[in-house]
């Protein structure tokens, strides 16, 4: 089969036809795929009703794996899944919905927020593929946004002023963004501040975007209402929805980012539903800045 993408975002994301994840990928499908997300930059594969190691072997088959282990605040003896998967869902190791005042959910809710995946990492991800087994009823859309046509958009002086900034990430600014603060000693030193350019450049294209998340939390040089102020500002621009696709989960769905030039966020859904969600993800090509040693 032959693959085919038609457009189904303003600016960006494609839908995919002609792709079997049950099956491995022939070297042409690889080549589309990759050049399918230089051009759409998201793609949605629908009807993949795939297992763990079928996502894992479609994964691989792209790129190498970013392990998730000591992103999030489920202890070693938590985890429901693999530690090749970022567990996206709201449930327990015994996939139990948790409670609305559990830590873990109250810090997940954090991809609420604009964000692009591992940004709190020294090397942030390449592409993410989140792959649903479990949706709720109404509500739980994952929103993108296209941060290179964003970037386009932006004044000449306003380029001018941000080429050269360097943002600090962190999961604890994201939470503490919307009041949560509840980490412990071992969380705060894991998730020390890394250094991420503002403006970065995509290694295959060789275009521009604006690398926003919500885990920027200072930008170096620039007092911190004025910094704030800043990435709030373009934050608004970037997300206006013209430069936004919302996708709405089908069972079985699986959507493909490039975190080099989106940023995307989860949308609120009936908090006792189950959402099984889950992420695997390919490694990022290096740092956007050099990081200072710890
Ligand atoms: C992610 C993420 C959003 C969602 O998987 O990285 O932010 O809608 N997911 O679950
Ligand atoms: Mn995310």
Same mark, same amino acid.
């Given at each position: ?24 990928? *022939? ?9 399918? +997300? ?29 392990? =998730? ?15 090749? #998967? ?29 964000? =692009?995946?591992?940004? #709190? ?25 296209? +941060? ?9 002086? *306003? ?13 604890? #600014? ?87 030039? *989106? ?5 609120? #859904? ?25």
């Amino acid at each position: 089969m032959t693959v085919s993408i038609r457009q189904v975002g303003p600016c960006f994301a494609g839908e995919v036809d002609g792709i079997d994840m049950t099956k491995p990928l *022939t070297q042409s499908d690889i080549e589309a795929i990759h050049a399918g +997300m230089d051009a759409y930059a998201v793609l949605v594969f629908h009807n993949q009703d795939i297992d763990d190691a079928q996502q894992l072997a479609f994964t691989e088959s792209l790129g190498e794996l970013e392990h =998730s282990i000591g992103a999030g605040l489920r202890k070693p003896d938590e985890y429901r899944l693999p530690t090749q #998967f970022a567990d996206v869902s709201n449930l327990d190791k015994e996939n139990k919905v948790y409670g609305r005042e559990d830590r873990r959910r109250l810090f997940a809710i954090g991809n609420r927020l604009w964000h =692009s995946d591992s940004s #709190f990492k020294p090397v942030p991800s390449k592409y993410s593929l989140l792959h649903a087994r479990a949706v709720p009823s109404t509500g739980g859309n994952t929103e993108f946004a296209d +941060m290179r046509t964003a970037y386009e958009a932006l004044d000449n002086q *306003t380029k001018a002023e941000i080429e050269d900034m360097i943002c600090a990430h962190s999961q604890i #600014f994201s939470r503490k963004s919307v009041g949560f603060e509840l980490f412990d000693e071992e969380e705060r030193i894991r998730m020390a501040p890394v250094r991420q350019r503002l403006v970065r450049t995509h290694p295959s294209t060789g275009r521009k975007s604006l690398f926003l998340s919500s885990h920027a939390g200072e930008i170096e040089g620039v007092p911190q209402p004025e910094a704030m102020l800043l990435l709030k500002d373009l934050t608004e621009h970037a997300t206006q929805r013209e430069f936004v696709y919302s996708h709405k989960w089908r069972l079985h769905d699986l959507v493909m980012w490039d975190n080099r030039r *989106t940023m995307h966020r989860a949308r609120p #859904f009936p908090e006792h539903e189950p959402r099984d969600m889950r992420r695997t993800t390919v490694v990022g090509d290096g740092p956007t800045a050099e990081q200072i040693a710890a």
